[in-house]
């Protein structure tokens, strides 16, 4: 999320060229609980937990940091909305998990840190690496954002066939996403 050319830098300077009313996290996170969910289970988030930020204790323990900001209502509530929608029409409509999605920089393939980060925060449901710098600079800009992102792997043990699980996981987030575009204009028309 941070750096040169990373999301946070990416999305300041979209949102300065474009003045969107709204920037939307898309593409591929990592799920917790492979008893709960499936890849290519989408994620949309209701708040996102920046996991890096946290007090590392005399002990060894850690104690997280940071705030939990709470995505954009006119946005989830439209996901919400689809995805009930679609949901009762659709004999193949992905499932999908609202509530909180980690972030941070690390890219995860590793069970003992995914299972530390399920401690900590045992609410969550996914996460991913990019949503902190969106968020910091749609903040900012006092601009509208969410994220919505499938499921392609547990954040361990990602084997041999991440492309098609990528490709599975982003196909289903840009449905959810497009399904919630269909139902009308979110934002007046300037």
Not at 41 to 48: E, K, W
Not at 128 to 138: H, K, N, P, Q
């Amino acid at each position: 999320s941070g750096g040169v050319g990373a999301a946070q830098q990416r999305t300041n300077d979209a949102i300065s060229h474009w003045r969107p009313a709204a920037v939307i996290s898309v593409g591929i996170a990592f799920g917790m609980d492979e008893t709960k969910q499936a890849l290519g289970d989408v994620l949309i988030a209701s708040q996102i937990q920046d996991y890096e930020l946290a007090k590392l204790n005399r002990d060894g323990t850690v104690t997280p940091r940071g705030d939990k900001p709470s995505t954009s209502d006119p946005l989830l509530n439209r996901l919400r909305s689809a995805h009930a929608i679609c949901k009762r029409q659709l004999s193949d409509w992905p499932p999908v998990a609202f509530g909180l999605v980690l972030s941070g920089q690390k890219l995860l393939d590793n069970l003992d840190y995914r299972e530390s980060l399920k401690r900590l925060y045992p609410q969550a449901v996914g996460g991913e690496m990019e949503c902190t710098g969106l968020y910091v600079s749609a903040t900012r800009a006092k601009v509208d954002w969410i994220l919505v992102k499938g499921i392609c792997d547990w954040g361990h043990n990602k084997g041999n066939q991440q492309d098609a699980r990528q490709r599975l996981a982003a196909r289903n987030a840009t449905r959810v996403l497009k399904a919630a575009f269909d139902i009308g204009p979110l934002y007046p028309v300037s």
